[in-house]
């Protein structure tokens, strides 16, 4: 038992401490930090592993698990691909700005565009709480008050705004 709580201290400490020092160091192109796909998925793996110690599943429970780390793994693979497709429409942008001089300034995406698409960006992430919440029921349900309370804390620890990635 000591050490299922000693392994999610780690990996939750290890997962902080390297965001919290890559968030000081210069980033790429001084932005800030950009994970690139190895990042997200280590990064995804120290947040599934932590929460599942430190729960401390019985027998009975792991078997609702498969479903909740299913869950929290699509919603970061959602996130990333969201994140690279941002990614991607920004570099269209500056390039066309570097190419076309004066009517370069049109061609990023209308105030109405803009808002589409976060709408769009909402819809999707509501979708993947949606999914992550109905495949965490069933575990939920069958965690005592200490549990219940640890996955609370554990799923906000990693994650942005109350949720995973």
């Not at 990042?39 to 599934?48: E, H, L, N, P």
């Not at 698409?117 to 992430?125: F, I, L, V």
């Amino acid at each position: 038992m000591k050490k299922t709580i000693a392994a999610a201290t780690v990996a939750l400490t290890l997962a902080g401490a390297g965001l919290a020092l890559v968030q000081q160091s210069p980033g790429r192109e001084g932005r800030g930090f950009r994970p690139n796909a190895e990042d997200v998925a280590a990064f995804t793996d120290a947040r599934v592993a932590g929460l599942k110690a430190g729960l401390k599943l019985t027998a009975e429970q792991e078997k609702n698990w498969p479903a909740v780390e299913t869950a929290i793994r699509d919603l970061a693979k959602d996130r990333a691909d969201r994140m690279k497709e941002r990614e991607a429409r920004g570099e269209a942008r500056r390039e066309a700005r570097r190419s076309g001089g004066d009517n370069a300034r049109q061609a990023g995406p209308d105030a109405i565009a803009r808002l589409r698409q976060g709408a769009d960006a909402m819809t999707a992430r509501a979708a993947g709480l949606k999914k992550l919440a109905d495949a965490s029921e069933p575990l939920y349900k069958s965690l005592d008050e200490g549990q219940k309370h640890r996955f609370a804390m554990l799923l906000r620890m990693g994650g942005r705004a109350g949720g995973p990635g």
